[in-house]
């Protein structure tokens, strides 16, 4: 991410990448989401928020990601580390309102709500 993030303002404008907002012109719930990151990895957490509120999220995921990754591979941490079933129940649980709060996000950002 931190690579890429900084690969791509260097790529030439190729218009919006959404297949969504592309075609009907709607925004869809992860629109904003590589500016944010981008934002996001550069430092910038308001505009990154600003763009897509997972951004920052993800960014935050992904590097805990690594670090536990890392831990596994040097053995400080366990081969096998239980996730709690409740976790899961919880994740499902909040999918679908997560999703419809970063449409409406989305849509009032692009000025359709």
């Known amino acids: 991410m931190v690579g ?3 690969a791509v303002p260097l790529a030439p404008n190729l218009g919006t990448l959404c297949p969504l907002r ?7 719930p992860f ?3 590589t500016t944010g990151v981008v934002a996001t990895t550069h430092g ?15 960014v935050l995921a992904t590097g805990v990601g690594w ?7 040097s053995g400080r941490l366990a081969t096998r580390w239980p996730v709690h079933p409740g976790l899961w129940r919880w994740a499902r649980w ?9 449409w409406v ?9």
């Open 105 to 113: 996000f989305e849509l009032h950002r692009f000025g359709y709500a």
């Open 67 to 73: 670090m536990l990754w890392a831990l596994r591979r």
């Open 4 to 6: 890429l993030s900084y």
């Open 31 to 33: 629109c904003g989401l």
């Open 94 to 102: 909040a999918l679908g309102p997560g999703l419809l709060f970063l």
């Open 44 to 58: 910038h957490l308001v505009p990154g928020l600003g763009a897509n509120p997972l951004a920052p999220v993800l």
């Open 22 to 28: 592309r075609v009907t012109g709607v925004p869809c």
